[in-house]
């Protein structure tokens, strides 16, 4: 769940975790001032040159094509480098962006109209063919197998099916009216079909001769990404920095900066960075608010964010040939007192006041508080802290402590460990770890890490989405859609459904929120409350908190804007003062 894009309709991941050993130096720009007098006041009037560095705390992974990237890692590159044919805005709704659309009365077929002279950075012009190119691409029997995760975002198109599965040449429900005009049918009526739909166009020319198969690992999407953003891709150092130059051509206008470089710094030295100028902007992390607020050279940006922190259980697996999930009765979480147990022994607050400086709020279910359809905290089991009732949760179970250790034995009196995964980084990635293991050895249940040390983020996620055996117990975290269909996370054929958990009827109510009832608002909201309740109660995840993100930039750079989704608004827009 993306992972913050404005039109990334699949999920995208939110996680900080650190720098790995770089081995090749960054590209040098002057560095940028400390705040003076001089310097106090911006011009009034913007002024064209000078280049930006925008730091992450994680190694990216190098995926520059908006149909197979995974993460927030490399969507951040990805948004100063591409566009998408419709936006969203700060209020969550889609609107025409580089394209315009009508609908018509049935709500099945949307017909979309493609601004005239948008031109790719290798100067081709931008043509629907290039669009009908990208959903082809995403609809192919060996999209996913290469990799590709955006297939929720055309199943719901006429004829894709038979596209799939080799039975026709073309998708039934898209039509090439011309070079600018290309019309969408879908089966069903949705009140979010155009939100959900990929919205991001493909080069077709330049991945000529390039099998699906092949596009992942392919120089266009690795090393020579093309796009039709305001800034092209010229230098790539992988998972350390990517440097980008300004596109004359832009279709919005020829963009104030000359460039931008995308690096990577160590987490722990983000206050730092942005004290001496280094770092021109990032997404501070939590941990190191109190000391990024006194800084007098940045200007900080606090927003509630659209995502939320998580415990998840593996509860089964994913099986590749039929695409679903499988539920495993024989997991070590199977019984739902346990993972209730689990909950009620973490001491959620405490975690958020020591590990993010009460930057978060605890939330019980995976609707983060500026959704629309969150449900009201009092229509749902909290889970406050309460290790007596995590305890008598435990015993009624059968999990109980046989031989005087401390530690609870399973049902059947054997041993019991789990194995809990987490990912390194940050300075306070290890002592959180600590902090929530601690918490449920104090319950009498013992969790180590796995294999004995924290992860690295594309190291973590790799056994997490392949369902390495070792596998049990993980910490991780979601960005999530503009839309709240929870289908890209939660169905039972999604792959990004990592607990590997669900039930007719949450696969029922999911479906029902974008049923023609749910043109309604106030019937989808109550779907919604509905599926919320039930994952409330059946507990597939622990719901840590839902974050306050924190923006900061150097106060040289000039017209930065934050929303729930972005603090990457308009960047062609983006000046500096020096």
Not at 215 to 239: A, C, E, H, T
Not at 546 to 568: H, I, M, W
């Amino acid at each position: 769940m993306e992972k913050k894009a404005s039109m990334v309709l699949s999920a995208l991941l939110f996680l900080a975790v650190s720098l790995t050993g770089c081995t090749d130096k960054a590209p040098e720009v002057t560095e940028a001032p400390k705040k003076t007098e001089e310097n106090k006041a911006a011009p009034s009037e913007p002024k064209p040159g000078g280049i930006v560095k925008y730091g992450y705390t994680q190694p990216f992974k190098g995926l520059l094509d908006r149909a197979f990237y995974g993460g927030e890692d490399d969507n951040l590159i990805l948004r100063f480098v591409t566009d998408s044919l419709l936006k969203t805005g700060d209020d969550l709704k889609t609107y025409p962006h580089i394209a315009e659309w009508t609908e018509s009365d049935d709500h099945k077929t949307f017909t979309f109209k493609l601004k005239k002279g948008v031109k790719w950075h290798n100067g081709d012009e931008l043509t629907m063919e290039d669009w009908k190119f990208a959903l082809e691409t995403i609809a192919h029997k060996d999209y996913t197998a290469a990799g590709g995760s955006r297939y929720s975002n055309v199943e719901m198109i006429v004829g894709v099916e038979d596209y799939r599965e080799g039975k026709a040449k073309d998708i039934a429900g898209i039509k090439l009216i011309d070079n600018y005009t290309m019309s969408v049918t879908v089966k069903t009526a949705a009140p979010n079909t155009v939100s959900k739909l990929w919205s991001y166009p493909m080069p077709k020319k330049y991945f000529a001769g390039v099998a699906v198969k092949d596009m992942l690992n392919s120089d266009q999407v690795r090393k020579k990404p093309l796009g039709i953003g305001p800034f092209k891709v010229k230098k790539i150092q992988p998972g350390e920095y990517v440097e980008m130059e300004r596109f004359d051509d832009y279709w919005q206008g020829k963009p104030l900066l000359d460039g931008a470089i995308y690096k990577v710094v160590a987490g722990n030295m983000a206050t730092s960075l942005l004290e001496n100028g280094e770092i021109d902007i990032m997404a501070a992390p939590n941990s190191q608010f109190k000391e990024v607020e006194k800084l007098t050279n940045v200007n900080i940006n606090k927003q509630d964010a659209l995502s939320y922190s998580y415990i998840g259980f593996k509860l089964g697996t994913w099986d590749k040939k039929s695409e679903k999930i499988i539920v495993d009765p024989k997991s070590k979480f199977a019984d739902k007192r346990l993972r209730q147990a689990m909950y009620y022994a973490l001491d959620r607050q405490a975690l958020i006041d020591a590990f993010a400086n009460g930057l978060g709020k605890a939330i019980s279910a995976p609707m983060p508080g500026v959704s629309w359809v969150k449900i009201p905290d009092d229509q749902l089991n909290p889970y406050e802290y309460n290790p007596d009732k995590a305890k008598k949760l435990l015993d009624e179970a059968g999990y109980k402590d046989t031989n005087g250790d401390g530690l609870r034995e399973d049902p059947q009196g054997k041993k019991l460990t789990f194995n809990f995964d987490a990912m390194s980084g940050t300075e306070i990635a290890a002592p959180r770890a600590q902090t929530m293991m601690q918490m449920w050895k104090d319950v009498g249940l013992d969790v180590k890490l796995n294999g004995g040390a924290l992860k690295e983020f594309n190291a973590f996620y790799d056994v997490v989405e392949h369902d390495d055996p070792s596998v049990e117990l993980f910490a991780g975290a979601w960005s999530l859609a503009s839309d709240p269909d929870p289908s890209a996370l939660w169905k039972s054929n999604v792959l990004w459904n990592f607990p590997r958990w669900y039930t007719a009827e949450s696969d029922r109510l999911i479906d029902e929120g974008i049923s023609e009832k749910a043109f309604d608002p106030n019937y989808r909201k109550d779907v919604y409350h509905k599926w919320q309740k039930l994952v409330n109660e059946e507990v597939p995840m622990l719901f840590l908190n839902s974050p306050v993100d924190v923006t900061v930039s150097n106060k040289r750079l000039q017209n930065v804007k934050a929303n729930s989704f972005t603090n990457q608004i308009d960047v062609h827009k983006w000046w500096v003062t020096q």
